[in-house]
Nanobody
Framework: QVQLVESGGGLVQAGGSLRLSCAASGSYFRINHMGWYRQAPGKQRELVATIPRGGSTNYADSVKGRFTISRGNAANSVYLQMNNLKPEDTAVYYC????????????????WGQGTQVTVSS
């Protein structure tokens, strides 16, 4: 069973920084895309940033220039460095990953973490 475990959320003042981490554990063959989404109260879950196994990253316009997504050397972890945080960044942040659990890499399943709360005070 594959699990994604996030950490690093918390309370920070506007203009501050936080670094979110997410690591995959369990039995799998390969991890493709990894990414971060967020959901604010009363709003739909939205994409924050994604990073493929190889290739260019992708960011929501609202976080470009402030957030940086990266992957660990073992490619089973993903990070989100968040700088110059704003109150509108307040949300539960979710990590996700597209994972092939067997050597048949055409069979991909998307996994989600449990979420970590980020609160930015004004």
């Amino acid at each position: 069973q594959v699990q994604l475990v996030e950490s690093g959320g918390g309370l920070v003042q506007a203009g501050g920084s936080l670094r979110l981490s997410c690591a995959a554990s369990g039995s799998y063959f390969r991890i493709n895309h990894m990414g971060w989404y967020r959901q604010a109260p009363g709003k739909q879950r939205e994409l924050v940033a994604t990073i493929p196994r190889g290739g260019s990253t992708n960011y929501a316009d609202s976080v470009k220039g402030r957030f940086t997504i990266s992957r660990g050397n073992a490619a089973n972890s993903v990070y989100l460095q968040m700088n110059n945080l704003k109150p509108e960044d307040t949300a539960v942040y979710y990590c996700n990953a597209d994972i092939a659990t067997t050597q048949d890499i055409s069979v991909i399943r998307r996994y989600w973490g449990q979420g970590t709360q980020v609160t930015v005070s004004s």
